[in-house]
Each structure stands twice: as C-alpha cells, then as structure tokens.
C-alpha cells in the first residue's frame, strides 16, 4: 500500500526534479486504479461537467456535485493526494464564501486541497482559505470557468502582452499564499519560466515538459471522452472503443442466445423430479 504524499513531499520533489504524474478521477473504480498504477496526486476536477454528465461545459456543475464526485474519488484512493476542485460560483462571490465551500471539501470529502480558476482576481479568495488552514492549489492560462470571456477554450500567453499577464497572475498566486500552481494550455517557453521563478511546484496540462509535473483528463487519456479532445492530449487507452465493442458483442448474443451458458446459471439442488413436483403443484 504506498504512503500517502502530502504537499511537503511535492515541494521536495519540484526541488530533487522528480517530476509528478496526476491525472482527473471522479469515481471510486478509477481512483483505485489510479491509486494502484502508482499516480501521485488526483484531480475531482469540475471537468466531470463534461467527462461525467455530459454538460457543454464546468459551468453548471455544483459544490453537491462536487463534493459527492470527491466522497468517491477518496474511497476508491484512501491513500492518494486528493484535491477538490471549486466549481464556478463557489468563490467568486466573497471570500467567506470561498471559506465555507473549500472547507466543505475537507470536512465532508476528505480531500488534502482545494484547486480555484484564476489570477490576480481571485487572490483575496486565496489568502482567506490559505490563512483557514487549507493548501490552495492555483490554476491559470486557459481556466475553463472563464472561457467565455476567453472566447472558447483557446491556448494563452502565445503572445508577449498575454504572456506578461499570466507571469504577473503566477508571481501574484504565489504571493498570496498558493502552494502550487497548475498551468493550462500555454507554451512551453511560457511554462519554463514560470517554473524557474516561482518556488512552489508548477505543473501543466496542455503546458509542455519544462515544469514540475502533467496532469491530463481520465476521459480523455483513457479515450472514454469523445465530444472532442485537445491538442495536447494522449490517448493511452481507447476505452471507449473496448465497452462499445463489449455492449454490441453483448446484444448479439442475448438476440442468438448465446448467453447465458451452462457457467453462468445456478444449479438445482434437488432432483428434476422433485422439481417436475413442485411445478405440477401451481399448474
Ligand atoms: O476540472 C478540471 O479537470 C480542470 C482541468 C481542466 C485542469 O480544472
């Protein structure tokens, strides 16, 4: 059973540059296997709005949904580092509120901390819940709660303007009290530098080699997610491919009656005749 890390063996990892593999996972089967291939550190991210629930996007997904996806994960991973991710609407509003509901991922789902979308904007939001006690992970680049306003899920800092604001955004996390910091589809000459400037660990999904560690989306690395998948993906398995072929293999046997066979019924314990007995009575 391995040992559960916690953020001071990430901090040691970014400084012995041993890099971290996490990937997202929203229920228990996952998680544990997740847990089983050795993964260091899982995401309950909101993209089970899209991955789970077949939403558009993270924008209708709620603390409920959140917090039960992250009641699942940990039962499936009681030994793996778990973040709950604040979904649109839970911080935004005030800091008291971002307060209660990142608390609620740690009384009520047992998570070991608490990712939020954002920059410069949301650091009242991350000095209130790292001053309650709770390990803040930041999120910036292209943050999907916000996508709107980006015009569409679309890479960041591919130009010197945009990329001065998302250095400003990481040094401004990092300030307000962020212990480590996820960057989404940005370049990889963006990510390197952030890396080397700040000093807790930066990790990327769509943010290239030079940093800390990748995260990816179960859906989409185990090709269980088909609506669409990002540039920066790769697929390790076809999942989908495998239940499809699985389900229609399925029907055509029930339709041939090629299933159930002899292994799988349950065997009568008394004779035939007993039973020929028993079926005479109530015909
Ligand atoms: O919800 C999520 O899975 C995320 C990733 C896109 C980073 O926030």
């Known amino acids: 059973m391995p040992t559960k890390k916690t953020i001071l063996d990430f901090q040691e990892m970014k400084k012995k540059g041993e890099k971290v593999a996490w990937i997202t996972a929203y229920d228990f089967p996952v998680a544990s296997f997740a847990e089983q291939a050795g993964i260091d550190m899982i995401l309950v991210g909101d993209s089970l709005g899209m991955v789970v629930k077949g939403y558009k996007g993270t924008i209708p997904v709620t603390m409920e949904d959140c917090i039960s996806h992250s009641q699942d994960v940990r039962r499936g991973a009681p030994n793996t580092f778990c973040i709950g991710d604040m979904p649109f609407m839970s911080y935004q509003t005030s800091c008291q509120e971002a307060v209660a509901n990142a608390g609620r991922f740690l009384k009520e789902a047992d998570m070991d901390a608490i990712k939020l979308e954002g920059g410069i904007r949301v650091c009242d939001q991350i000095k209130a819940i790292t001053e309650a006690g709770i390990v803040v992970f930041g999120h910036i680049g292209l943050t999907p709660q916000s996508s709107g306003q980006m015009g569409g899920f679309k890479a ?35 990510t390197e530098f952030i890396t080397e400037k700040l000093e807790i660990p930066v990790y990327s999904i769509g943010a290239g080699l030079p940093c800390d560690g990748q995260l990816l989306i179960c859906g989409d690395m185990l090709g269980m997610f088909e609506a669409f998948t990002p540039k920066f993906v790769k697929k390790y398995a076809n999942i989908a491919e495998d239940i499809t072929r699985a389900f229609e293999e399925y029907v055509k046997d029930v339709k041939e009656e090629k299933f159930p066979e002899d292994e799988h019924v349950y065997h009568i314990k008394d004779s035939q005749e007993d039973f020929d007995k028993l079926f005479n009575e109530f015909a």
């Open 156 to 190: 960041q800092g591919l130009h010197v303007d945009s990329a001065r604001d998302l250095i400003k955004d990481a040094v401004a996390v990092e300030e307000a009290g962020c212990e480590a910091l996820l960057v989404e589809a940005v370049p990889p000459e963006v």
